[in-house]
Nanobody, 123 residues
Framework: QLQLVESGGGLVQPGGSLRLSCTAS????????IGWFRQAPGKEREGVSC????????YYADSVKGRFTVSRDNANNAAYLQMNNLRPEDTAIYYC????????????????WGQGTQVTVSS
């Protein structure tokens, strides 16, 4: 059983950067796939990035390619989402997710969710 806690959200100006952290209460090893999702007001939760188990594949939504980078640090039971060149349309609650083995293609594939952290991009 994993408990995931996100941190690192906040208010940032357009063009700025944030690094979101996802810390797991349990052992976050390579056999877990890591996903980052976001949900803006009035919109459905959407996938932003996924790192499959054993780091075999990495996925990014078209809207964040070249700006966001997902990574993991198993020694610290943590995963990260580095977000650069942020835009107002990136404003949302960001959620960390994990799945035992495989990859996270949709919200239905998620085994564990974090509680979310707010990211607001505004001048």
């Amino acid at each position: 059983q994993l408990q995931l806690v996100e941190s690192g959200g906040g208010l940032v100006q357009p063009g700025g950067s944030l690094r979101l952290s996802c810390t797991a209460s349990g052992f976050l090893a390579d056999f877990y796939a890591i996903g980052w999702f976001r949900q803006a007001p009035g919109k459905e939760r959407e996938g932003v990035s996924c790192l499959s188990s054993n780091d075999e594949n990495t996925y990014y939504a078209d809207s964040v390619k070249g700006r966001f980078t997902v990574s993991r640090d198993n020694a610290n039971n943590a995963a990260y989402l580095q977000m650069n060149n942020l835009r107002p349309e990136d404003t949302a609650i960001y959620y960390c997710a994990a799945r035992y083995r495989g990859r996270i293609a949709t919200t239905k594939a998620v085994d564990y969710w974090g509680q979310g952290t707010q990211v607001t991009v505004s001048s």
